[in-house]
């Protein structure tokens, strides 16, 4: 009697379990022979961007530009995209674009897609700067920079200790605070630069022997772009009378960051010997570069109207 009592609940359970699982299929069967209804909102105004005002902002250096988009009420958002060169700009999706040492001599694009309140895209618009220019004082302080023939930038680095980044014709030092020890050194062709988002932050990348990125901040936005001219313009000294300048002047307060790089004492100390009279500036470092990269190291060399010593003189030590 036992037994077959077992065997009762067990089939009443077996009973119980097939009909579960048929209701769970007869439901699927009835949900997937539903028609599928899509509604449209016929009503609802599109998303367009009407119109694009002209880039709020001067196309030089440290400048910023802004655009502002005359959208429909069926706009929820605008997406931004800024390109540089052609090149887009993956970083910066606001409205405001600020410009930095690598948009010089570059067209600044600007694409506004509207964005519906569904998620749907409208008609992209955009807007195209003129080159993007440089005030006068920034070449005419490079210049200044190549005609004594080196310069130098008080930095930090990431682990806060200041560093200092010194400026030769031959190449680029990364020296400790006092400017005693070199930690890195490299020609030029080596030595790139890259901006971070932070407008005081960037890498140096040194690609020689030892191939070293380091990053640094420079104590103003102005003194960043300038490493970077800097750079280019050690790298290529022709680019410095070729960068388009601008007419307006640059604030005070970028002007006192331009003047915070100093120029050190004895730089050009290759001219021991001076004969004759002075030539211009620029005359005189296409003069030391020459010499430099000619290697040839003799004893009075002529560059333009004066004549270089490369020989220090010996003590006598009788």
């Given at each position: ?25 007869d439901a699927r069967a009835a949900e997937e022979a ?71 001599n570059q067209e600044i694009t600007v694409q506004v ?206």
């Amino acid at each position: 009697a036992a037994d077959e009592a077992a065997q009762r609940r067990a089939a009443d359970e077996a009973a119980q379990v097939a009909q579960a699982a048929q209701a769970e299929a007869d439901a699927r069967a009835a949900e997937e022979a539903m028609p599928v209804v899509y509604k449209l909102n016929l009503a609802a105004e599109p998303a367009t961007v009407q119109s694009l005002t002209a880039l709020v902002g001067e196309p030089t250096l440290v400048q910023s530009l802004t655009v502002q988009a005359e959208t429909s009420a069926g706009t929820r958002e605008c997406v931004y995209r800024w390109l540089r060169g052609g090149v887009h700009q993956a970083a910066i999706e606001a409205p405001t674009y600020r410009l930095t040492a690598a948009d010089v001599n570059q067209e600044i694009t600007v694409q506004v897609t509207p964005v519906g309140a569904d998620g749907s895209l409208g008609q992209t618009l955009s807007k195209t700067t003129p080159i993007i220019s440089v005030a006068s004082e920034v070449p005419s302080k490079l210049q200044e920079y190549l005609n004594h023939g080196s310069c130098e930038f008080h930095l930090v680095d990431a682990e806060h200790k200041e560093r200092l980044l010194l400026f030769t014709l031959k190449n680029l030092k990364l020296r400790d605070k006092n400017g005693k020890s070199t930690l890195h050194k490299d020609g030029y062709s080596q030595v790139r630069m890259e901006l971070a988002l932070d407008e005081q932050a960037f890498a140096l990348v040194f690609t020689g022997k030892k191939g070293v990125s380091v990053n640094l901040r420079a104590p103003k936005a102005i003194v960043r772009d300038l490493i970077f001219l800097t750079l280019q313009a050690f790298k290529d000294p022709s680019c410095v009378p070729a960068l388009p300048r601008s007419t307006s002047q640059m604030s005070h307060q970028d002007a006192l960051g331009i003047g915070s790089a100093a120029m050190p004492r004895g730089a050009q100390s290759p001219a021991s010997s001076i004969a004759s009279e002075a030539p211009p500036a620029s005359e005189l470092a296409d003069g030391v570069r020459a010499s430099i990269e000619s290697g040839s190291g003799k004893k009075g060399t002529i560059s333009g109207r004066r004549t270089f010593s490369f020989s220090r003189n010996k003590k006598d030590k009788s």
